[in-house]
């Protein structure tokens, strides 16, 4: 039984991870979103970005 339990903690654990993403030369939030499967614009809301924003190189934003 505390092996199940275990690996229930260890799931819930894995879901509440934080993933980030380096911007590489040529992403766009959308191209992002697509290389992910995400929508394009809960991602902006989720790094404090508007439409009008712009990447930077080497700027690393938040996935989930």
Do not use: C, M
Request: hydrophobic letters at 45%; aromatic letters at 4%; proline letters at 2%.
């Amino acid at each position: 039984a505390s092996v199940e339990a275990n690996a229930a903690s260890a799931e819930a654990t894995t879901a509440d991870v934080t993933t980030l993403y380096e911007v590489q030369a040529g992403d766009t939030i959308i191209s992002i979103a697509a290389k992910f499967n995400l929508e394009w614009g809960p991602l902006l809301t989720l790094n404090g970005l508007t439409d009008e924003s712009v990447l930077q190189l080497g700027e690393v934003i938040r996935l989930r």
